[in-house]
């Protein structure tokens, strides 16, 4: 038998040390995964029909925005999570209410996560919401939670299709080290400087280039992305359950899809005739559709298309059923109000001029009060005394039942179903929507208190309606949103 060398050793050696190196790495790398997920869609809808079309879009009422609702998503998600784990808050959308001011802090005091969080804004392009859960996981392989919210309303030009095909939607992911829900196996980005949709400061429309144009670029660009990603999966076309596909062209989403070889079955809803395109937030509220059918062992492509495309496999886990949210977005998408006038919408939006109503316009908040308070404002906590175990709304030093002093336990009530104790309808009070309704409400665990009710036909309120809590918009003020909690008839 040949001796060996000093050399040889040496070289068996470092081979070894290099395998062991690798492995250590590998096994260092968390696999990431949505670990939950939730959706919202507000509860009114334009019929298309007032616009010459067919179905309906889904209208962010007067006192909501991206921010409320993405909230609202989030707090679908986080549900029953551990919100101490959280990390990281990334917030997709292409009209935040704010230019400049951080918007997701806003979602992150709404939905009391630790001062510790990363926050992020993301936007410029309706890419942003699934690009926003592609960096989610990519921080998730790093062994971080973050929360990935994407929320949108959209604007068109009066009579114009961005009007007809938009709606408006938020979706929520909580992604982790694990497998989670639905964990990622495969993904594809590829990015194109390419003028097909754009909106700058002093625009109060997005334009877009004519829709051939849009299909012969977007068309190569998704099956590309597609095809890599199922290559990082090791998997073929045929091994997924569903592909969703968004993108700011939908001809050529279409045309991506009447080529690529995928059998009906495989295609998820787009949910243009119910929801209609929610920009930023879209890819997210169809792969939680996907996700509320999924089986464990499903395959779930998703794919968008805007400066560029980018694709996303999931593998569904034995989790799923544990993981998914309260609500499903059929659920959401079932829930609504489909007779909003068209003029009621124009007003909402802020296109249509209207006479305001006659009463003094509302101050602008102040900082320092809204700082103090930012646990009840936002978040809407309260507090429980020790002594005698009164709910005390909002939180208060001095109990209102026993009168003991400093004796208080914090509280959250954002989640409490809460019931009418008595009501009034206010026409006189500063809305867009007159007649206000404001209520007397009591809680389930303890506690009154007075607010507006939204979502509501005033007509058919009653005493006795249960209700939860939302967060919206009450008005803004020199620029400044005011944000609260409202109660909306349990959906």
């Not at 009209?95 to 951080?102: G, N, T």
């Not at 867009?432 to 005033?458: H, I, K, M, S």
Request: charged share 25%; aromatic share 6%.
């Amino acid at each position: 038998m040949p001796s060996r060398s000093p050399q040889d050793s040496a070289e068996d050696s470092a081979e070894d040390t290099a395998e062991n190196t690798a492995q250590d790495i590998a096994e260092e790398i968390a696999v990431p995964g949505i670990e939950r997920y939730g959706a919202y869609v507000p509860f009114f809808r334009l019929p298309l029909a007032e616009l010459g079309g067919r179905g309906e879009r889904a209208v962010a009422s007067y006192d909501e925005n991206a921010v409320s609702m993405a909230v609202e998503a989030a707090r679908e998600a986080l549900r029953g999570f551990d919100r101490e784990s959280v990390e990281a808050l990334l917030l997709s959308s292409t009209s935040l209410p704010y230019v400049e001011k951080l918007n997701a802090a806003t979602v992150h005091a709404a939905l009391e996560l630790p001062a510790s969080v990363l926050a992020l804004d993301l936007g410029g392009s309706t890419r942003s919401g699934l690009a926003g859960l592609l960096v989610g996981l990519d921080l998730a392989a790093a062994g971080r939670t973050a929360v990935v919210a994407g929320g949108e309303v959209v604007v068109g030009a009066p009579s114009g299709p961005r009007e007809a095909q938009g709606g408006d939607a938020a979706s929520a992911f909580v992604v982790g080290p694990g497998d989670g829900a639905a964990r990622l196996i495969g993904r594809a980005s590829s990015t194109e400087e390419v003028l097909d949709v754009w909106r700058s400061p002093e625009m109060p429309f997005a334009r877009q280039w004519e829709e051939r144009f849009g299909e012969g670029v977007f068309v190569p660009l998704l099956a590309d992305v597609l095809e890599r990603a199922l290559a990082d999966a090791g998997i073929e076309a045929s091994d997924l359950a569903r592909v969703v596909v968004d993108g700011t062209s939908s001809r050529a989403v279409g045309a991506f899809l009447r080529g690529a070889g995928l059998k009906p079955e495989q295609l998820g809803e787009a949910l243009q005739g119910d929801v209609g395109r929610s920009g930023a937030a879209h890819a997210g509220l169809m792969l939680a559709r996907a996700l509320d059918d999924a089986a464990p062992g499903d395959r779930i492509a998703v794919l968008c298309a805007a400066d560029g495309a980018d694709a996303a496999i999931f593998e569904v886990t034995e989790q799923i059923t544990a993981s998914r949210p309260l609500r499903s977005v059929e659920r959401w998408v079932s829930s609504k109000r489909h007779d909003l006038a068209y003029t009621a919408y124009l007003k909402w939006r802020g296109v249509l001029p209207f006479e305001p109503p006659r009463r003094p316009d509302p101050a602008r908040p102040a900082a320092p009060p809204m700082l103090r308070s930012e646990r009840w404002k936002y978040a809407f906590v309260g507090s429980r005394c020790d002594a005698c175990g009164a709910a005390n709304l909002p939180p208060q030093r001095v109990c209102v039942a026993c009168g003991e002093v400093d004796r208080m336990t914090p509280e959250s009530f954002a989640d409490t179903p809460c019931k009418i104790t008595t009501y009034t309808l206010d026409r006189l009070a500063y809305s867009l929507q007159p007649p206000v309704v404001a209520a007397v409400v009591d809680f389930e665990n303890g506690g009154r208190f007075t607010c507006q009710l939204t979502d509501v036909d005033p007509e058919k309120v009653g005493i006795g309606d249960r209700l939860e809590m939302t967060f919206r918009r009450l008005y803004t003020a020199e620029g400044v949103h005011n944000y609260f909690w409202k109660a909306r008839p349990q959906r």
